[in-house]
């Protein structure tokens, strides 16, 4: 009994310690000001003549130009991210390519899925391939699909959304890529 309470009381006065010890700091902080909303125009606009001293005329005010008004700021409209142009899909080598690959590929192609290079479509392909054969599923199989058909340089957005490439890409190889 008094093992389990003198433990409990030693964590918590260690606790205790470290919140205590945690809490005490030199205030060292890096920010040498308060920020402002103001512009530096609107800031610059401001007179910074010295105020006259008790007992003594104040100066005449020298003809100062007024400042011009700045016009409120409109917000712009959000831009669409900038996207890089789809690079154009490279000749293939198809002196290296086995006929089943240059099978895979033409199947793509005819699905409007042109990759960059055949090794894309190959290394997808090889990865369906893999997941079929341990019995993994088209939804398990789809987030690395899309996400490697949408890392195509070639790949573009605005000819079909990336998670019917994705599908396209499973089931071309589904059907013509997979042996056995």
Not at 47 to 76: D, I, L, N, T
Not at 128 to 146: E, K, N, R, W, Y
């Given at each position: 009994?008094?093992?389990?309470?003198?433990?409990?009381?030693?964590?918590?006065?260690?606790?205790a310690a470290v919140g205590l010890l945690a809490g005490c700091g030199d205030d060292d902080s890096t920010a040498t000001g308060t920020p402002t909303l103001s512009t530096p125009a609107a800031a610059s606009s401001v007179s910074s003549a010295p105020a006259p001293a008790p007992g003594s005329?104040?100066?005449?005010?020298?003809?100062?130009?007024?400042?011009p008004e700045a016009a409120p700021e409109q917000p712009e409209a959000p831009a669409e991210p900038e996207r890089p142009a789809p690079v154009p899909p490279q000749e293939a080598d198809t002196g290296q390519l086995s006929e089943t690959e240059q099978t895979y590929l033409d199947e793509l192609a005819k699905q409007?899925?042109?990759p960059s290079i055949p090794e894309y479509a190959l290394d997808i392909g090889n990865y369906v391939c893999q997941g079929v054969a341990a019995g993994t599923s088209d939804a398990?199989?789809?987030?690395?699909?899309?996400?490697?058909?949408?890392?195509?340089?070639?790949?573009?957005?605005?000819?079909?959304p990336v998670e019917q490439a994705g599908q396209i890409y499973i089931n071309t190889a589904k059907s013509s890529y997979c042996q056995g």
């Amino acid at each position: 009994m008094y093992r389990t309470r003198g433990t409990l009381l030693g964590v918590v006065a260690a606790v205790a310690a470290v919140g205590l010890l945690a809490g005490c700091g030199d205030d060292d902080s890096t920010a040498t000001g308060t920020p402002t909303l103001s512009t530096p125009a609107a800031a610059s606009s401001v007179s910074s003549a010295p105020a006259p001293a008790p007992g003594s005329e104040a100066p005449a005010p020298e003809a100062e130009a007024p400042a011009p008004e700045a016009a409120p700021e409109q917000p712009e409209a959000p831009a669409e991210p900038e996207r890089p142009a789809p690079v154009p899909p490279q000749e293939a080598d198809t002196g290296q390519l086995s006929e089943t690959e240059q099978t895979y590929l033409d199947e793509l192609a005819k699905q409007g899925v042109t990759p960059s290079i055949p090794e894309y479509a190959l290394d997808i392909g090889n990865y369906v391939c893999q997941g079929v054969a341990a019995g993994t599923s088209d939804a398990d199989m789809a987030t690395f699909v899309t996400a490697m058909a949408g890392s195509d340089p070639s790949f573009d957005p605005a000819k079909m959304p990336v998670e019917q490439a994705g599908q396209i890409y499973i089931n071309t190889a589904k059907s013509s890529y997979c042996q056995g």
